[in-house]
């Protein structure tokens, strides 16, 4: 049993259980016209409990200084997420995610448009969480009547990406922008531009993301075809070394030459394709 402590919105409340511990919970209609001590007898989808102590201070901060509906509609979208991917997000994300919204409206409503420059990278990369990004700017939109700009979803679903993995919005964003520089110095060593819609760059960008991802946990990867590779397509692995060159002094390690050899496997694709008749 549930005990309403403050309601959200119509689908989420604060509240207490049967031992007094305060939590949030989600459930379609569960507010509505609910009051400070209500028993919930809708049903409920899902409960949060806080565990750290830090996220307990700074979310009761958040309750103080954030309007209401914006924490809810963040919960919302967090019971979502975890619901799409059927997976866990970190707690911290109750206190990130509303509070990067509230500051994102707050910017909008003040005249302040920033600019995500890697928004298509984001998309493409994390593109699950983008789509639950793009439900959180609808919802914005409907619930509070302020229409953030597309490029606030790439902001967004890094930080449901950054809390679905448990590691640092910093090392999701800092990866994304090395990927997108890569992908910059591919293009101009082939000597042509990745269209950002083509299956090329959506190839490309996973497999450097997940290449990042291995280099970076030192985790390493056989490739038996190396020797035939590096005998075959010889410009496409000097262009792939150059980007593990990159790709080194960025995470402060060796690339692994067998990881080399699979990054050059698509750059000759890349380049094979350029000679391809229009």
Same mark, same amino acid.
């Given at each position: 049993m549930f005990t309403a402590l403050k309601v959200l919105n119509n689908n989420v409340v604060m509240a207490c259980d049967e031992k007094n511990v305060e939590c949030i919970v989600v459930g379609k209609g569960i507010g509505f016209s609910k009051k400070p001590g209500d028993v919930i007898n809708e049903r409920i989808e899902k409960v949060y409990y806080l565990q750290e102590k830090a996220n307990v201070v700074k979310f009761s901060e958040l309750l103080n200084n954030i309007r209401d509906e914006v924490i809810g509609i963040s919960e919302e979208l967090i019971a979502y997420a975890e619901n799409v991917k059927g997976r866990k997000l970190n707690e911290h994300i109750h206190i990130a995610l509303p509070d990067h919204i509230a500051f994102a409206i707050e910017r909008i409503k003040g005249g302040i448009d920033i600019k995500n420059p890697f928004n298509q990278e984001i998309s493409a990369l994390y593109k699950d969480d983008y789509k639950i990004a793009l439900r959180a700017i609808d919802l914005i939109k409907d619930r #509070?009547?302020?229409?953030?700009?597309?490029?606030? @979803?790439?902001? !967004? /679903?890094?930080?449901?990406?950054?809390?679905?993995? *448990? +590691?640092?919005?910093?090392?999701?964003?800092?990866?994304?922008?090395?990927?997108?520089?890569?992908?910059?110095?591919?293009?101009?060593?082939?000597?042509?531009?990745?269209?950002?819609?083509?299956?090329?760059?959506?190839?490309?960008?996973?497999?450097?993301?997940?290449?990042?991802?291995?280099?970076?946990?030192?985790?390493?990867?056989?490739n038996e075809?190396? #020797?035939?590779?590096?005998?075959?397509?010889?410009? @496409?692995?000097? !262009? /792939?070394?150059?980007?593990?060159?990159?790709?080194? *002094? +960025?995470?402060?390690?060796?690339?692994?030459?067998?990881?080399?050899?699979?990054?050059?496997?698509?750059?000759?694709r890349l380049m094979n394709d350029m000679q391809k008749p229009d």
């Open positions: #509070l009547n302020v229409r953030l700009p597309e490029d606030e @979803a790439g902001f !967004i /679903a890094l930080h449901l990406h950054a809390a679905f993995e *448990n +590691s640092g919005v910093s090392v999701t964003m800092k990866n994304t922008r090395l990927v997108s520089e890569l992908v910059k110095s591919i293009e101009d060593m082939i000597g042509r531009k990745i269209e950002t819609d083509s299956i090329d760059y959506l190839r490309l960008i996973t497999h450097l993301k997940f290449a990042v991802d291995r280099i970076e946990r030192g985790m390493p990867i056989s075809l190396l #020797l035939p590779i590096k005998r075959k397509f010889k410009k @496409a692995y000097k !262009i /792939a070394a150059s980007i593990a060159k990159h790709i080194g *002094n +960025s995470l402060g390690t060796n690339v692994p030459e067998d990881e080399i050899g699979y990054l050059a496997i698509h750059i000759q």
